[in-house]
């Protein structure tokens, strides 16, 4: 089994990316009561912070994806301009999170 850090980088930045549009995070943890849950957040835990569970499953599609994709099937272009892409999914990360930095 061989694991392919082009394949992680690409399935974790498009996978971080889609599970942020998607409200996919499987884990939520609630700061105040310092309680964490599986699934769908509560709605009487107060504030609660998704954060842990996007990288988390983010890390598993990434991971996946590097240990069943072969290094081969990566297009040239791709692995030589991996860290473009993950520049540009960064800068759309960050604009999804506008609200969050703008203060809306």
């Known amino acids: ?15 971080y990316a889609a599970i942020l549009v998607f409200e996919l995070g499987v884990i ?3 700061p105040i009561t ?4 599986i699934g769908a957040p509560l709605d009487n835990e107060g504030p609660v912070m998704h954060w842990y569970g996007l990288v988390i499953l983010a890390l598993i599609v990434g991971g996946v994806v590097a240990v069943v994709l072969k290094e081969q099937w990566l ?5 030589q ?3 473009f892409i993950v520049w ?8 999804l999170l506008r609200g969050f930095w703008l203060g809306a």
């Open 88 to 95: 540009v999914l960064m800068l759309a990360t960050g604009w």
């Open 1 to 15: 089994m061989r694991f392919s850090a082009h394949w992680f980088t690409l399935g974790f930045c498009l996978s």
């Open 34 to 37: 310092g309680h964490w849950h």
């Open 75 to 79: 297009p040239r272009l791709l692995r």
């Open 81 to 83: 301009h991996n860290v």
């Open 28 to 30: 939520t943890y609630y």
